[in-house]
Structures are given as structure tokens and as C-alpha cells.
């Protein structure tokens, strides 16, 4: 029993220590650079070469950019003019996204006019 | 995770636990993604700081070099990049915890569109669901042949009890033959002989159940952000 408590309080410590010295050796490894003898793992991330369609309105797409592709805009179900300012002041106010207030109309109309229903009657 | 959290000492009062990654929003204004579990949940003896998967470090784009692993639950628990513990002594009232990954507080998190005044909490546990892994929509199967069909099933926050199976659009059912059981959270394989005896447009359907019996529902829930889709699957092929 005197093993078994000792292994398990063996086993606790290992796994406290095990979080800090990995966090450790990560920072090392990253302060230390180039020089250090280290093994690079090398990673290709998902890209997306969807622009957003051109239109009137285009023009305010960086901003929605920012933080996620056209193709997830693109991907979203058909949604009126109201529906997308309440999208896009979900960008603004939940995330941040730096759209000024009086541009949320025109994104509204354009995103409409690229994946929308009932554009023209102002939803 | 137990381990951790009872070597720092969590006090009385202690409500939550609360995890933070590295990573950040692309903009200061976005919020900093955290969540949070019960503190009971954290010190489940399950919940986990995952450091390795399948013996290897983990890859960066599974959370490395730590990742929260919260069995039964969401992915959105699984916070990558782990980097801070926090107890709280107050419900969290993080974005990503209070206002973010909210369901419907009913069963299967249904509503019907436009229904208001629901209850609203964060989401939580998965339910049982089931898939064809060899069967695609459109498929030509030959009569009086038997095809093997084969998929894979979870049982959510609790095992997987059996996976049904049917060749009639739902009317009857057949238990399939289950691979093995590698622990209540896995995926388990499924597999079932297939013989069609009529030509023409057959409904395959699949259906798991856990030990809990919680069973997928034959109609599709509905919720606004269209979280815990778990309808039991079809797939339509054609015999001749």
C-alpha cells in the first residue's frame, strides 16, 4: 500500500511538473532560435482563394476579412437586408469587427446582393 | 486535470473553472476565447491536459502543446493551446461562456423558429449519433447481392448501447454488428448485411442509441445557430 500512495503521489508531482516544464521548454526553444538544436515540424495551413464577388459595396469587404473568409459569408443561408445588419452588428459589437455605423447599410444591401432573398423590399 | 487543480488547492466557494489558450483574436476588441466548466466537472477524474496523442507530442493544429480534453462534450471545451487556469468564485461571464455557443434549454435543444422567451444555457453534452462510411447518396446497388454496409457511431456522454439499421426509410429496424469497444467516448465501428430483393429508390437509415438510452431523433431539431444537428441519417440509393 506504502508503494502504491508513493507511486501515485510519484505519478501527481510527475504530472504537475510535466505542465510547467513543457510550457518551459517551448519558451526555450522559441527564445533560444535558430541556433538551438531543435526539430521543426513544418505546417501548411488551409487557405482560401475565394474573393468576394465584385458589386457596389465591395469595397467595405476588407473589413469582413479581417477576421474570416468570403467563403464563409458565402456559405451562410440567403439572408434579407435586416437580417445581415443584425449579422454584421454581431461583427461589430460581439467581435469588434472596425466597420463604421453608417457603412452598415451599404454591406447589408451588397452581402444581400451576393447571397440574399427579398433585397429589394429592405427585408 | 484533478490532479492539477487539487495540487494548487481549490477552496471552498469554488464555482468554476476557467481555461484560456494562446491564441488571440486578429484584433485587441475581439474576446479573448475562454470557457468554463463546473469545478465538480473539472475535478471529474476525466476531464484532462492532454500533452501527447497516440505517443507523439500533440501537432500544433490539435492544441499543441497543450489541450483541454473534456470527454462527452463539445469541441468548443477542447480549448487548444492551453496556457491558464483560473477558479472562479462567481458564474463566468466571459462572451464565449455567457453569450456565445448558447442552446435552447429543451430537449435536443428544439425550438420551432421564431419562438421566443426560451431558456437559453451554454451548450454541453453530446447525444448519441450514427453515419454510413461507405454508402453515398445515389449509389447503385445490385439486386440480390449482399453489399456490406459499414459506418461509425458515438454515444455521446455515455457509451454506445447499439446502432439500428434500416433498409425501409424507417419502417423496420435491425440491430448491426458492432466493432470493437475502445472506451464509452470512442467512435465504434458498425456493419450490417445489405440485400435488396426490389428495384427501384430504397431510404437507407441509421440510428444509435447510448446506455443512457438516449435515442437520434427521426425528425431534425431546430435552433437558430443549428447547434446539436443528431437526426438519424438517410441515404437514398438505387437497387436494379
Not at chain 2, 27 to 50: N, W, Y
Not at chain 2, 75 to 96: C, G, H, Q, R
Not at chain 2, 141 to 150: D, E, N, S, Y
Not at chain 2, 163 to 172: C, E, K, L, Q, Y
Request: overall charge negative.
Amino acid at each position: 500500500m506504502g508503494d502504491n500512495v508513493k507511486n501515485a503521489s510519484a505519478r501527481a508531482i510527475a504530472v504537475i511538473w510535466t505542465v510547467p516544464a513543457l510550457l518551459l521548454i517551448t519558451l526555450a526553444t522559441s527564445l533560444a532560435g535558430p541556433h538551438a538544436s531543435e526539430s521543426k515540424v513544418s505546417v501548411e495551413l488551409p487557405t482560401d482563394e475565394t474573393p468576394f464577388p465584385p458589386g457596389s459595396g465591395a469595397e467595405l469587404t476588407p473589413q469582413c476579412l479581417i477576421c474570416h473568409s468570403a467563403d464563409m459569408v458565402l456559405r451562410q443561408p440567403p439572408l434579407t437586408p435586416a437580417e445581415w445588419v443584425g449579422e454584421i452588428d454581431k461583427m461589430r459589437n460581439a467581435f469588434g469587427a472596425p466597420l463604421p455605423a453608417d457603412q452598415v447599410d451599404e454591406l447589408a444591401r451588397y452581402l444581400c446582393s451576393i447571397n440574399g432573398r427579398q433585397c429589394s423590399s429592405g427585408g | 486535470m484533478k490532479d492539477v487543480l487539487d495540487r494548487a488547492g481549490v477552496k471552498a466557494g469554488a464555482l468554476k473553472a476557467r481555461f484560456n489558450g494562446l491564441d488571440t483574436g486578429v484584433i485587441p476588441q475581439t474576446p479573448d476565447f475562454m470557457k468554463s466548466l463546473a469545478i465538480e466537472h473539472a475535478r471529474d477524474g476525466e476531464v484532462m491536459i492532454a500533452y501527447a496523442m497516440n505517443g507523439e507530442p500533440l501537432p500544433l493544429l490539435n492544441g499543441f502543446p497543450l489541450r483541454l480534453v473534456v470527454p462527452g462534450w463539445y469541441a468548443t471545451y477542447w480549448v487548444k493551446m492551453l496556457s491558464d487556469i483560473e477558479v472562479l468564485d462567481a458564474p463566468d461571464d466571459n462572451f464565449w461562456t455567457a453569450k456565445a455557443y448558447l442552446i435552447p434549454d429543451t430537449p435536443f435543444a428544439n425550438v420551432t423558429p421564431g419562438q421566443q422567451g426560451v431558456k437559453m444555457i451554454p451548450i454541453n453534452r453530446m447525444p448519441p449519433r450514427s453515419f454510413f462510411t461507405n454508402i453515398n447518396g445515389g449509389d447503385f446497388l445490385h439486386i440480390g447481392q449482399t453489399t456490406t454496409v459499414r459506418g461509425i457511431a458515438f454515444g455521446g456522454d455515455v457509451g454506445l448501447a447499439k446502432v439500428m439499421f434500416s433498409s425501409d426509410a424507417g419502417n423496420r429496424w435491425q440491430e448491426t454488428r458492432l466493432g470493437p469497444d475502445h472506451g464509452k467516448y470512442s467512435f465504434r465501428q458498425w456493419e450490417v448485411p445489405l440485400r435488396l430483393s426490389s428495384p427501384g429508390a430504397h431510404t437507407l437509415k441509421i440510428k444509435a442509441v447510448n446506455t443512457a438510452g438516449s435515442v437520434q431523433p427521426d425528425n431534425p431539431n431546430w435552433n437558430a445557430a443549428g447547434f446539436m444537428r443528431d437526426v438519424v441519417e438517410s441515404v437514398a440509393v438505387q437497387a436494379g
